[in-house]
């Protein structure tokens, strides 16, 4: 059971120039999210999907855009990366439900902006 | 706005200690705590789910308390060991809400 996997684990981009960070999960969860790490400031959400066919803002959403492919996939994408954006970025997904299940994270993408 | 704090932000104790890690939060609206695990360069591992309904969960050596209405968690490691030591963060999900929010974290060292 993969749970939820991450691609690429390591990336440097030169400022001005676009990618896209991947996300799979293999839960059947119907919410997924991408955060961002940076020392001293915690995890901040960026963007969540809570169900297939939506995204909604997070905390820091400037900068990027989101797809929520499929109940599997959501994805990241830096349309023109800045070096602020140098962060660890970590995809999350749980299944919402009156129990309220874990949220089970991937192992995150290194991003250097130069 | 949800508000988490971890405090100590750092602690460093010997092998074999009982500890206590500290969590706080500002709206007590919330459907459940979550503690985590993060070793250094590697990704979240979830330890344990406080349903807003429960006061504590146990998961061997590990034992996290709840109080809602004083807006506070507890994370107490039994028996201390050089591989606990690692980052723990809480993350608190609100009523309403999808999003989880996180504290900063402990970073926990265990001595041999």
């Known amino acids: 059971n993969a749970g939820v996997t991450q691609t690429p684990k390591f990336q440097v981009l030169k400022t001005g120039q676009s990618m896209t960070l991947q996300c799979a999960q293999d839960?059947?969860?119907?919410?997924m999210y991408w955060y961002r790490q940076d020392p001293g400031m915690g995890l901040r959400l960026i963007y969540y999907s809570a169900s297939e066919g939506t995204t909604d803002k997070g905390e820091v959403p400037n900068g990027y855009n989101v797809s929520r492919l499929n109940k599997r996939e959501f994805s990241l994408r830096l349309e023109s990366a800045a070096p602020s954006q140098t962060s660890v970025y970590f995809c999350a997904s749980r299944l919402y439900s009156e129990l309220n299940t874990e949220a089970f994270f991937g192992q995150g993408t290194r991003l250097t902006v130069v | 706005k949800q508000e988490v704090t971890q405090i100590p932000a750092a602690l460093s104790v010997p092998e074999g200690e009982n500890l206590v890690l500290n969590c706080s939060f500002t709206?007590?609206?919330?459907?459940?705590l979550q503690w985590f695990r993060q070793d250094p360069g590697k990704g979240l591992t979830s330890l344990l789910l406080?349903?807003?309904?429960?006061r504590e969960q146990t998961s061997g050596r590990l034992n996290a308390s709840l109080d809602k209405s004083s807006g506070r968690s507890t994370l107490y490691i039994a028996a201390s060991q050089p591989g606990d030591s690692a980052t723990y963060l809480c993350?608190?999900?609100?009523?309403?809400?999808?999003?989880?929010?996180f504290g900063t974290g402990t970073r926990l060292l265990v001595s041999p």
């Open positions: 839960m059947n969860h119907n919410s």
């Open positions: 406080i349903q807003s309904s429960q």
């Open positions: 993350a608190v999900l609100r009523t309403g809400f999808q999003k989880l929010v």
């Open positions: 709206d007590s609206a919330i459907y459940n």
